[in-house]
């Protein structure tokens, strides 16, 4: 009987060491003087610069990238969903107001892709630059057994600052407050198993149909990376107080839309405010599925969404926000313009 | 043709939000004063105690639980899982000094598996509170097709805060120093492949097996929960200036003792000083594996290392640390006692 060790029995942390290795340029590619230089590698260090905030507090937030992961797989390309998995995240401490400072990412799979998962860490890397975040620390996990053979598995974590003061307050909408949106890239990271179902499934395209109206194939529509919204985001509150803000992820437009809202509030956002990328349409056409179910699913072409008070919102239109729509008495009440 | 829905298609938003609701209370019974309340469901608010830090620094860790997962799937147990699951992350940040102050959890599975998930839950708050630190955000990821049926993927993500003037001090590390350790209370959640391979497949034992020297079924010994190390960590590193510290997780006791190693010292660990658990050296037995290979794997019995001055020894022996060994002059050397 030959003798069982750890490499034999499916794990190889000599491997898994010198891939920490093969990625620590891209992953000091994003640190500033805030990351904290020490020679343990069980925790990353940061030191956050406090200066000028009166009430600091922290804000956290953790996300995949669901089931955009099965094209990614497809094409073998991990790079752009390393931007999802961040901007999932980091996109989700805006609403609060808050600057991300810094990302960590868990990488799992059943053995260690080094291509697939290098590709996802410089992807990873590219988008804490964007996001002026730190990566600062990470975790690499080879589960044979429990992953199946091919599937990566991404979660990001992030962490943002905001001062106390300068939380939006929902308390101070009211009607005639105006709407302002972000577009989006596309899809982002969310509803990939409704769309797969019905461009594939019900549809019969295949990943590298090209549909006239796309002009590419379907694959490259879909691996679209999730935008990145730091900058506008900031921008916009750092200039103006806000009442409430979304990142339109999961539920879709309607549901986000509806999750900012006060009591004695409604919503009413114009499809013709914004762009709808065509990919919309194909899902909803080539899918049959109802326009409800695809508000409620999709963002629709708004990534982000803020409430400011009218007599902000010229001031507001900065940096690509669009005013899109406005806050009714309608209480509870949501009109996307979808019928 | 029936139309085709997002909950069709195979992902039951409303059933996640029910889960949400579910787990609620667990959740709040892990939060204090320092988490700030508010509507917005994007980040977890956290406004920490910075009273008494001259430097503050945030540490930051992510871990999964590995393969252990597979034996809680057959034993349908993810309560202890979910303790596992926050200690490898909180214990991470000891090392460092940082006391942990809040932490995330991600689950993924292709179905919402409600018991499974909530069991998690409960095991996740359950640790929260022994680590004094707040549970105040997560994801629950329905990704049908990325995750065999009956999967549940468990990421924990923990922040902790130290103050820079008493991050431990390895440069101070000198021979003659004296390694303390504290009892694990198995294998943890490291090497679980290994153990599994050695136990199931080389051994041919089951899950159900009991053997006299354990006393209760494999199963059960291997589903201990991973100790939590803040109270006793926080002790000693509260009252006494520590050279470095460990927790003893991938790499075994052999790594994590290498990786504390200053130029110019070695480290010898005396297996008489500390118990080792049974099911080392049952897993050694049955699996044929060899020593060296079991102390690069597992933890043999002591889960968290830390070296002190030696004539800070004695009044650092509280809450149950032993002093396991000491600091030589042998440069890298790592003498464990195992030939």
């Known amino acids: 009987v030959s003798e069982l060790t750890y490499r034999t029995a499916g794990v190889d942390v000599a491997a898994a060491a010198e891939f920490v290795k093969a990625i620590s340029s891209e992953v000091a590619s994003t640190h500033g003087p805030e990351v904290v230089a020490h020679s343990s590698r069980f925790a990353g260090l940061f030191r956050p610069d406090l200066t000028g905030l009166t009430d600091p507090i922290l804000a956290a937030t953790c996300d995949g990238v669901g089931t955009k992961v099965l094209l990614a797989r497809e094409a073998s390309d991990y790079t752009g969903l390393g931007i999802d998995l961040v901007a999932m995240s980091v996109n989700d401490l805006l609403p609060l107001g808050a600057r991300p400072v810094l990302f960590l990412d868990y990488l799992a799979a059943a053995r260690l892709d080094r291509p697939a998962m290098e590709a996802a860490v410089r992807g990873i890397a590219a988008a804490c630059r964007m996001a002026s975040c730190a990566l600062i620390g990470g975790e690499t996990a080879e589960m044979p057994g429990a992953h199946p053979e091919g599937h990566l598995e991404l979660v990001g974590f992030a962490l943002g600052l905001v001062d106390g003061e ?131 699913t999709f963002n629709m072409g708004l990534g982000f969404l803020a409430i400011v008070a009218s007599d902000q919102a010229d001031g507001a239109k900065t940096a690509g926000w669009l005013e899109v729509g406005e806050i009714t008495a309608q209480d509870g009440e949501v009109d996307l313009g979808y019928g």
């Open 166 to 296: 300068r939380l939006p307050d929902p308390s101070a909408m009211s009607p005639g407050d105006v709407v302002l949106g972000l577009p989006s890239t596309g899809l982002h990271a969310n509803g990939y198993t409704l769309a797969r179902r019905a461009l594939f499934d019900v549809g019969g395209l295949s990943p590298d149909t090209v549909l006239p109206e796309l002009g590419q194939p379907l694959q490259d529509v879909l691996l679209t990376p999730t935008a990145i919204y730091v900058d506008q985001a900031m921008d916009l509150l750092g200039r103006t107080p806000v009442r409430a803000a979304a990142h339109v992820t999961g539920g879709g437009l309607h549901d986000r839309a509806k999750g900012m809202l006060q009591p004695g509030c409604g919503i009413t956002i114009d499809p013709a405010r914004y762009a709808r990328p065509a990919i919309i349409d194909v899902i909803a056409t080539v899918g049959d599925v109802p326009w409800p179910e695809m508000t409620g």
